[in-house]
Nanobody, 121 residues
């Protein structure tokens, strides 16, 4: 069973910073990509940042130069968010595309429970 457990959300003033964390666990064969999505009320879920197994990254245009996605050898995923704006307010979801030991031929998508980020003065 694959699990994604998030932490780090909260309330912050505009211009402030937060660091989100996601711990990935389970019988994993291969991780293809890890990332963060967000969804604000009345809006569709959007990609925030993605990091592949090769280390390449992609960012939404709205967060480039402010957010940084990273991972460590323990399969933990991070999102450093700086210069936060009110429009960054959303529920942030940890995302993984991976294959398990029992189904190595079929990568699947997994999601964390979401963590709320609110940027307000």
């Amino acid at each position: 069973q694959v699990q994604l457990v998030e932490s780090g959300g909260g309330l912050v003033q505009p211009g402030g910073s937060l660091r989100l964390s996601c711990a990935v666990s389970g019988s994993i064969f291969r991780i293809n990509a890890l990332g963060w999505y967000r969804q604000a009320p009345g809006k569709q879920r959007e990609l925030v940042a993605l990091i592949t197994d090769g280390g390449s990254t992609d960012y939404a245009d709205s967060v480039k130069d402010r957010f940084t996605v990273s991972r460590n050898n323990a399969k933990n995923l991070f999102l450093q968010m700086n210069s936060l704006k009110p429009e960054d307010t959303a529920n942030y979801y940890c995302y993984a595309r991976l294959s398990t030991l029992s189904s190595a031929w079929r990568p699947q998508e997994y999601w964390g429970q979401g963590t709320q980020v609110t940027v307000s003065s």
